[in-house]
């Protein structure tokens, strides 16, 4: 049986390591693609950065349901109710609402070691709250309390006024409260985190039982990944903890999509989340098999053997190991040509 027709907008990545773009999270596009079930299979086809003048009309005609669709999605990831944004992926960026505009927030006070690492330290736990102790035994442990509570202090004065700069000295802060001893973040609803929007992204996702919106939201989480959380600070363990967190659940996203994209047979477009994991984590086996198996099936043996062969130099180089043997098992039969592999991988598990 076939399904009607569906329209989505996506950004999509080419993959190229000097592509500035795809390093910096942007992507190309947004191009238009349109899904359709065939025989219980899910369909994309591209479309254009443009839809036909009759699919515009048509959409139109019935208030824009799929428009709508994809950009309820964007609504949420970009924050349209906040009034400030945080970018931490990849970078770390403020963004104050002015009017319909955001605007980056460039004040001298953003640019105090002390204020950017308090707000790191906010974003990095889940309840976006922490004790004033507990912020001063970790950002200046060799101070005595009572200096390192006035560095405190001039930190969260600094940071408010960040937030609101026409707030008046005396003026309590909805951005930045003081709870007791403790110190709280105001929620998404006033700053919105790309972080938390990437989390729930995957959350959402996983929650669908339509394999086309699955795939759609997680191309857009994967589109707000710009790079590790944080990259700048390297000495907090909060901030260590949420970094390798989002990184995990990034790695399984990609593969994720690539398993989506395998099974609605777009094989050369589930080759793009494999290369984009492989280009930050080259001794990802289970990338490495499922490249493997992509290539081979594509009729790009040779291309197959050197994914193996990179994979190999690498945990010889960095672990002094070598592959497992399903994945060696795998380059013998591509290197002989005996037995091309067609059946997709799966992830395999820790011991």
């Known amino acids: 049986m076939n399904g009607k027709v569906t329209y989505h907008q996506q950004v999509s990545y080419c993959g190229k390591p000097r592509c500035r773009r795809c390093r910096e999270g942007i992507g190309h596009g947004p191009y238009w693609?349109?899904?359709?079930v065939k025989d219980g299979r899910t369909t994309?086809?591209?479309?254009?950065?443009q839809l036909p003048p009759e699919v515009q009309a048509s959409m139109e005609g019935v208030c824009g349901q799929t428009v709508m669709q994809a950009s309820n999605s964007t609504r949420h990831s970009d924050g349209e109710q906040a009034t400030m944004r945080v970018y931490a992926l990849g970078q770390f960026r403020l963004e104050r609402r002015s009017g319909s505009e955001w605007q980056?927030?460039?004040e001298s006070a953003w640019q105090h070691q002390r204020v950017r690492v308090l707000l790191s330290c906010l974003i990095s736990v889940p309840t976006r709250k922490l004790g004033r102790e507990q912020l001063m035994n970790a950002l200046w442990p060799?101070?005595?309390m009572e200096t390192a509570g006035n560095r405190l202090d001039r930190a969260v004065y600094s940071l408010r006024q960040v937030f609101e700069p026409?707030?008046?000295?005396?003026a309590s802060s909805s951005f930045l409260l003081t709870e007791r001893e403790m110190l709280v973040l105001a929620d998404a609803k006033r700053i919105w985190l790309d972080a938390d929007a990437f989390e729930q992204l995957i959350t959402q996702a996983h929650n669908k039982s339509d394999p086309t919106e699955t795939e759609r939201l997680l191309e857009e989480a994967m589109r707000l990944y710009g790079g590790e959380f944080l990259p700048e600070e390297h000495s907090l363990q909060w901030i260590h903890s949420r970094r390798e967190t989002l990184q995990r659940s990034w790695i399984s996203l990609l593969l994720e999509v690539a398993d989506l994209r395998i099974k609605r047979e777009d094989l050369v477009g589930a080759i793009d989340p494999l290369d984009r994991l492989l280009a930050v984590d080259p001794a990802n086996e289970a990338a490495v098999q499922s490249l493997m198996r992509l290539l081979?099936?594509?009729g790009r043996r040779g291309e197959a053997l050197r994914a193996y062969h990179d994979l190999a130099t690498v945990l010889q180089e960095e672990y002094h190991i070598q592959p497992l043997p399903e994945t060696r098992g795998l380059f013998e039969a591509l290197r002989s040509s005996r037995d091309r592999p067609t059946k997709h991988p799966t992830t395999p598990t820790d011991s």
């Open 142 to 144: 060799d101070l005595d």
């Open 104 to 106: 980056i927030v460039t």
């Open 33 to 36: 693609y349109a899904y359709q």
């Open 166 to 170: 026409s707030r008046s000295k005396l």
């Open 296 to 298: 081979a099936q594509l």
């Open 44 to 49: 994309r086809t591209y479309v254009g950065k």
